[in-house]
């Protein structure tokens, strides 16, 4: 599938290969619903000051195979609500896109 053209603000780059999305908001916190708690913890363990410096519009860029393995929605939920930010990965699973579709 081929992803249109992002404009905008590289807020963080995934650089490891088969990332697991889970990382985003920690695994211990993969069964919070409440989006203002997840948007909280995600990006913590990456960079506690994130959630003060993304702005609307930012990017988030992932390696090769990009949430591979499982559709978890909160770590999307949680950078959804916390940033607005647009997410790009270079190969996303089926799996991954199927999720991110019926997040809309």
Same mark, same amino acid.
Not at 1 to 26: H, P, S, W, Y
Not at 31 to 48: C, G, H, I, T, W
Not at 52 to 77: C, I, Q, S, W
């Given at each position: 599938?081929?992803?249109? /053209?992002?404009?905008?603000? &590289? %807020?963080?780059?995934?650089?490891?290969? =088969? !990332?697991?999305?889970?990382?985003?908001? #920690?695994?211990?916190?993969?069964?919070?619903?409440?989006? /203002?708690?997840?948007?909280? &913890? %995600?990006?913590?363990?990456?960079?506690? =000051? !994130?959630?003060?410096?993304?702005?609307? #519009?930012?990017?988030?860029?992932?390696?090769?195979?990009?949430?591979?393995?499982?559709?978890?929605?909160?770590?999307?939920?949680?950078?959804?609500?916390?940033?607005?930010?647009?997410?790009?990965?270079?190969?996303?699973?089926?799996?991954?896109?199927?999720?991110?579709?019926?997040?809309?």
């Amino acid at each position: 599938m081929r992803l249109k /053209n992002l404009r905008g603000r &590289v %807020a963080f780059i995934f650089t490891e290969t =088969d !990332f697991d999305v889970d990382q985003i908001i #920690g695994v211990k916190n993969i069964k919070l619903q409440d989006v /203002n708690e997840l948007a909280k &913890v %995600a990006m913590q363990s990456y960079d506690p =000051d !994130f959630a003060a410096a993304v702005k609307p #519009g930012d990017l988030l860029v992932g390696a090769e195979n990009f949430g591979y393995g499982h559709p978890h929605y909160p770590p999307m939920r949680a950078m959804r609500h916390q940033s607005k930010t647009q997410r790009r990965a270079d190969d996303v699973t089926d799996k991954r896109q199927r999720s991110r579709q019926r997040q809309r």
